[in-house]
Nanobody
Framework: QLQFVESGGGLVQTGGSLRLSCAAPGSILDDYAIGWFRRAPGKEREEVSCISKTGGTTNYADSVKGRFTISRDNAENSVHLQMNSLKPEDTAVYYC?????????????????WGQGTQVTVSS
């Protein structure tokens, strides 16, 4: 089964930064928009950001807008999430996967290529 592989998580203090990476299997990046999601302990999965196939459209949850930046490198089969000014409420396991669409105000449904995720912990 195809799976994405996330990396780059860790423990940082409030205000710190992390850069998450998402390695996509095969030619998935050529065919799909890509989304980042997160799940905090005891909470539902939350949409974080997405980027269209060409990279021309991005979308961010209000909770991360202005702090997180998504980018993609199709030649490297990878997508990145630069996270700055981190807050304790950003603590979660972060996942990436293909999504059916990425529009300025809508992140499409995720495709079941979930990986193991990468843990981000922000200490106060």
């Amino acid at each position: 089964q195809l799976q994405f592989v996330e990396s780059g998580g860790g423990l940082v203090q409030t205000g710190g930064s992390l850069r998450l990476s998402c390695a996509a299997p095969g030619s998935i990046l050529d065919d799909y928009a890509i989304g980042w999601f997160r799940r905090a302990p005891g909470k539902e999965r939350e949409e974080v950001s997405c980027i269209s196939k060409t990279g021309g459209t991005t979308n961010y949850a209000d909770s991360v807008k202005g702090r997180f930046t998504i980018s993609r490198d199709n030649a490297e089969n990878s997508v990145h999430l630069q996270m700055n000014s981190l807050k304790p409420e950003d603590t979660a396991v972060y996942y990436c996967t293909a999504v059916l669409s990425c529009l300025p105000h809508h992140i499409g449904a995720p495709v079941d290529y979930w990986g193991q995720g990468t843990q981000v912990t922000v200490s106060s």
